[in-house]
DNA sequence: TTGAATATGGACTATTCAGTCCAATAACGA
DNA sequence: TCGTTATTGGACTGAATAGTCCATATTCAA
């Protein structure tokens, strides 16, 4: 671990590149000596601070969570229906704008790190349960509020949410097409509007079968 | 392209070798000698029938993509609920089978190839139209058949089954857990299911509250 | 049966790449 | 300031690997 400023630096730098350039060409062709040129540092630094390949790739891991849970509003552990569609179209914004490549900054290391190496598949594991998280707590302050449900198995609506935030992401990524993360998230989001609860105030909201088609049309 | 029946043979084990070490390890853990000796050829032999490691693994593509269509049932194009169900059924069952290691035999390659092979992006791309088309297909059928509303969006249905699927199948493969891609498919089930016209006929079928509940439960 | 086309075996090459090593420099605390 | 510790530069190594080449063996059609 670096003790100076610049050592904090150097090493942020290199994690950064690496991360940039698995993004654009995915692991397999992102060499060492790829990183250091990119990240203007010689091999003793990346070796200073990191035991392998393997372990700068884990790192990557880290840094690419903490991206997608800056992505995450405050207001989403909050718990509303406004925060949850807010949260889904900030995603299809940044897909949009990074032209539908790389995938998803932590899903696509599954397929390419997992099955190679057991302490990175355990730590993307652990990615998506932080992920998951402040979904999770939203639902449940929902339950509490009496805007969802309280039959409503919360655990598994994170994980479907989490599922086509992934498989939208990827069909994304190989269709070279946003609208595809747009449509599987219109369908998340609508399978979650089926867990409200109907009250009184509630009425302002859409009615199911219209809220239904209009997230299949909007795709 | 082989000419002869043993050349077709050395071909499909060439081809069927680097599918199970792609599966296994990951693209990036499988070399060429590792193809040779796993499928029990030479250099040679690979190299008559494939231009380079990249074809090679275009190949695999084409390979499992008629993997995953054999395991769509026929009746899944004649279109109905308990068809779909039994699809969504057997995925989980295959993914048990495999212990959740590899994930999606297509999915997964997109995360490996799509950045570093635009051919291979393009096939993957194909690759799922023409794994969804069976489910467009049975849609369209039920519509007809007056099972499923007329407004319904088939093609945006077919994509947010399938972005359920491979979501569901990377999220079981990072957790090593087959329960994740069954709650993610029973979402996406319940999901179809809000598309369907409740007629006089179609009262046997629970009422849209129970399916749900029913759906995360089961997970 | 025969010979042309096809398939096979495996040695060889050139390159890439992860990882090592050590000398030189910069930062920092006393 | 000075000495210790942290950081940096880059040459070097050994192993792995994609791809080449050619001699040999098998297949198949006439």
Redesign the pocket.
Known sequence: ???????????ARIVAATSELVRDRGVV???????IERA??????????F??????LREVIVRNTELVLAGVADDLETGSWRAIRAWFDSMVEFQKAARSRGGCPVGSLVGQLAEGDEFARKRLAQSFDRWEEPLRAGLRAMKTRGTLRRSADVGAMATATMASIQGGLILSQARRDPGQLAIALNAAYAHLREGRKLTARANSAPRPTVARKRAGRRA
């Open positions: 671990m670096p003790r100076t400023r610049k050592g904090h630096e150097t090493r062709n992102t060499s060492l000596d790829d990183v203007a540092v010689s091999k003793s630094q990346l070796y200073l601070y035991d392998s390949r393997d372990a700068l």
